[in-house]
Every structure is written in structure tokens, then in C-alpha cells.
């Protein structure tokens, strides 16, 4: 199982960094996606790492946001800068059994996620 943490309350223009641990597999043998979603809109996927360490981003996010995986803590990570009101969501971390190919949004497994907050 996955599990997001590092949300929190931020700013606009702010940063946060999440992170996403796995128990029980490793990490590095799936493409892993962050999706995010927000009340009353539908689910999102916001970024993906394949397994080679292709990134994609979806274009609202682009140049905001960096997804990165560390191998050795068994860790995925989402830099977040120049948070914008409408990042605000609660963001998860899933396999991606297309290994991020396409538009990146077929999740496998997920779990619990964190709640990204922008506000002044």
C-alpha cells in the first residue's frame, strides 16, 4: 500500500514537498502517479516518474511542479512551487499500470492521501 504525507496549510506563491512511501514493495518497479482531487471535481492526475524516469505533468502544473524518486529510501516525492489557490486538493500517490504512458491515469493502487491547503 502507498501512503502521501507533507500537505499542510500554504500560501499562495508557497512550497510544500510531498512524499510517498510504499510497504511492502518496491517503488522503483512501477511508474507511480500523483492525482489529486477536490470537492466536488472529479479526480485528477497531476504527475507521473515510469519506471525509466520519464516524467510527465499535466499542463496546469508544468513548471511548478517536479515529481522525483529516491530508490534507495523506496520514496517518490512531489516538489510543489508557486502553489496556486486552485492546487488546494487532497493528493495521492498510486501505480501507474501503464507505467505513464498516455495520459497517465490509470491507477492501480492508492492509499490514504494528504490534503493540500492555499489560502491567504
Known amino acids: 500500500q502507498l501512503q502521501a504525507s507533507g500537505g499542510g496549510l500554504v500560501q499562495p506563491g508557497g512550497s510544500l514537498r510531498l512524499s510517498c512511501t510504499g510497504s511492502?514493495?518496491?517503488?522503483?518497479?512501477?511508474?507511480i502517479a500523483w492525482f489529486r482531487q477536490a470537492p466536488g471535481k472529479e479526480r485528477e492526475a497531476v504527475s507521473c516518474?515510469?519506471?525509466?524516469?520519464?516524467?510527465k505533468y499535466v499542463h496546469s502544473v508544468e513548471g511548478r511542479f517536479t515529481i522525483s524518486r529516491d530508490v534507495a529510501k523506496n520514496m517518490v516525492y512531489l516538489e510543489m512551487n508557486s502553489l496556486k489557490f486552485e492546487d488546494t486538493a487532497v493528493y495521492h500517490c498510486?501505480?501507474?499500470?501503464?507505467?505513464?504512458?498516455?495520459?497517465?491515469?490509470?491507477?492501480?493502487?492508492w492509499g490514504q492521501g494528504t490534503q493540500v491547503t492555499v489560502s491567504s
Open positions: 511492502g514493495f518496491s517503488l522503483a518497479d512501477y511508474g
Open positions: 516518474i515510469s519506471e525509466t524516469d520519464v516524467r
Open positions: 498510486a501505480t501507474e499500470v501503464r507505467d505513464c504512458l498516455g495520459p497517465f491515469n490509470a491507477f492501480g493502487s
